[in-house]
């Protein structure tokens, strides 16, 4: 499985790719080695250039999020192989909520047809081979306040060299607001 690692504004990240689409996403991480570390341990290999275009298109849409801009990631193929089906249906349900919505476990475990499968479904975000393209930062335990995650989101950031700052928001669950 080849890889390729590219420059952010947050540091060096990387993906990896079949022909059926993105296998792994690694997130910024300090430096070029150990993002390459990183991506080794699964077996990838370095890719040879150009890249292919689902490639070039995962590269410009993840330098775009990570400057701060809407980027097309709902778009980007993956390859839902790599993964159990249980885990590929909950990838693909949370890929349906929108920036600036969240969901608990629990409506997620629901949507899919699986009440009371809320702690699998943390399981799942837990393994989560493309974060950010399957937002698993949306996924909030029952209870949980949005500005809590963002906080955390924004101190780990933070610590990655972002200048962002966090927003208050109040929590809009996205199955609460909508109709399926």
């Keep these: 499985m080849p890889y390729h690692i590219f420059d952010t504004a947050l540091g060096p990240c990387a993906i ?51 400057m701060g ?14 993964v159990t089906a249980f885990n590929a249906s909950i990838y693909r349900a949370l890929r349906a909520v929108p920036r600036g919505m ?10 899919i047809g699986r009440p009371g499968a809320a702690r699998a479904v943390g399981m799942a975000m837990g393994r989560n081979p493309w974060p950010v393209i399957v937002p698993c930062h949306r996924v909030l335990a029952s209870g949980s306040s949005s500005s809590r995650a963002i906080a955390s989101w924004a101190r780990a950031t933070r610590s990655a060299g972002s200048r962002r700052r966090a927003e208050r928001r109040p929590r809009r669950s996205f199955w609460r607001t909508k109709v399926w």
Excluded at 19 to 26: A, H, K, P, S, W
Excluded at 35 to 54: C, G, I
Excluded at 69 to 82: Q, R, S
Aim: charged share 25%.
């Design 16 to 66: 990896a790719w079949s022909e059926d689409g993105l296998t792994r996403v690694q997130l910024p991480d300090a430096t070029h080695a150990k993002t390459e570390a990183r991506m080794q341990r699964n077996r990838a290999v370095p890719a040879s250039m150009p890249l292919p275009d689902l490639a070039s298109e995962a590269v410009r849409s993840l330098q775009s999020y990570f």
């Design 69 to 82: 801009e809407a980027a097309p990631l709902e778009t980007l193929t993956l390859d839902e192989t790599i």
């Design 102 to 111: 969240t969901v608990t476990y629990g409506e997620l475990a629901r949507h």
